[in-house]
């Protein structure tokens, strides 16, 4: 007979996470495969072929770096060990700046320098990825390569006059004149992706080589994000910024203010400080109600962007539900808000829907009810990698590890029952 755990509605979810990373990685180990050059392709069209010709961008092999690692250790997963090797390899031989140091921004299939500049997001990227593959393997040598990266953003791509960090610089440091990590973005000096990418990267390495460099650092990150990213009342994230951090923001992204929330939570128990840790606290969980309260608003799926005094793009995309997952989950543990454990049953039942895509794999961009014009034409590219649903699925396992661990099954069975959640908005 199955036990009260088993067959409860948050044990039945931690299934269909562990089922879907499951699939996530199948797609990504045989579909985004480069067969001819070695590695991963640049780009998958979304019915699930390579394009030879796709550029392979420094920040995508990171993704995937860090998933096949952290997928691995989630499911104690050989195959996705192997391919987590596959992506170092490249990471260290392809991307890395034997010369100037950091690593390029992109490259031709072939493994030849296409885009040879700098940009902080990417270095940060690197970090993270070889944290990860560090903690699956114990190599000293990945370790070594994340610190490395640590002390030239530190020395390279530091404001000390402003108190930021450049987005980006050429292939030997020298300032450029347009920054844009794409060219949907602003070009301004800071941003609040790049801060926040830099936080998470320095809070994997804080975890697996703590230094007082790395944790002042880690603590400087948070206080910006407290004191110049956050909005006053802390609601939402500012986006973009002159050197003297004034705003020049268009819109407000649900999908980065959900993340922000649960990844400075991580900083704030990387950094080991209880005081620092009480501190955001409030303004953790304000984030996370406020995009509760304006991009969710008890619909089935997070608004992707709201224009300041200005409509709101209504699109459901990949990565925002991916997010709002880990971060109503990361709410709901530190708090205990029902409705937002609710709000995250309903957001994976609309991406079971719409995003999943049940006939060629992975997660489509955007979702089907937004129609195939919003569509991109791939699920494998620049700006798509096994890194946010990768990503949601382990968080996701781990926070209802916490969540069960913390909460009696009792309680958890009473106030989260299947109906329970399908009165409060759920379509079955």
Not at 106 to 111: A, F, N, R
Not at 277 to 292: E, P, R, S, V
């Amino acid at each position: 007979m199955m036990n009260s755990v088993e067959t409860s509605p948050i044990q039945r979810l931690r299934d269909e996470f562990h089922l879907e990373l499951v699939a996530i990685k199948d797609w990504w180990g045989t579909c985004a495969i480069d067969e001819e050059y070695g590695g991963f392709a640049g780009e998958v069209s979304n019915e699930g072929v390579p394009r030879q010709d796709a550029k392979k961008g420094a920040v995508l092999n990171a993704r995937i770096l860090w998933f096949f690692s952290e997928a691995s250790l989630c499911l104690n997963d050989k195959e996705a060990k192997d391919l987590a090797h596959r992506a170092y390899d490249v990471l260290k031989s392809q991307f890395t700046d034997k010369v100037h140091g950091g690593l390029f921004w992109s490259i031709e299939p072939d493994g030849a320098v296409l885009e040879p500049k700098k940009q902080t997001y990417a270095q940060a990227f690197g970090i993270y990825a070889y944290c990860a593959y560090y903690k699956l393997t114990g190599d000293i040598e990945a370790l070594d390569s994340a610190k490395t990266l640590f002390d030239i953003i530190e020395t390279r791509c530091t404001d000390r006059d402003n108190n930021g960090y450049h987005e980006a610089l050429s292939q030997n440091w020298a300032p450029l004149d347009d920054v844009r990590l794409s060219e949907f973005d602003s070009n301004f000096p800071f941003s609040m992706n790049t801060h926040l990418h830099v936080l998470e990267a320095y809070t994997e390495l804080q975890k697996h080589a703590p230094s007082e460099a790395v944790r002042t650092a880690l603590v400087n990150l948070i206080h910006i994000h407290e004191d110049k990213i956050l909005h006053e009342d802390g609601a939402y994230c500012r986006l973009f910024f002159d050197r003297n951090w004034n705003d020049n923001s268009n819109e407000i992204s649900h999908g980065h203010d959900i993340e922000a929330s649960w990844l400075i939570h991580e900083a704030c128990l990387a950094v080991d400080d209880p005081v620092l840790a009480a501190q955001l606290q409030k303004k953790i969980l304000k984030l996370a109600d406020t995009c509760f309260e304006t991009g969710f608003a008890n619909r089935e799926y997070v608004y992707n962007e709201t224009e300041i005094n200005g409509p709101i793009d209504k699109t459901s995309i990949w990565w925002v539900q991916a997010e709002a997952i880990v971060g109503f989950l990361n709410s709901y543990e530190m708090c205990g808000k029902e409705e937002h454990l609710s709000a995250v049953f309903t957001i994976w039942g609309f991406t079971k829907r719409h995003h999943i895509d049940r006939e060629y794999g992975e997660w489509r961009w955007s979702a089907l009810v937004d129609g195939a014009a919003k569509i991109r034409p791939y699920k494998c590219g620049m700006w798509k990698a096994p890194y946010h649903n990768g990503r949601s699925m382990i968080h996701g396992i781990r926070l209802i590890d916490k969540i069960q661990k913390h909460h009696t099954q009792q309680t958890l069975t009473e106030l989260h029952s299947e109906s329970s959640f399908n009165r409060r908005g759920q379509r079955a």
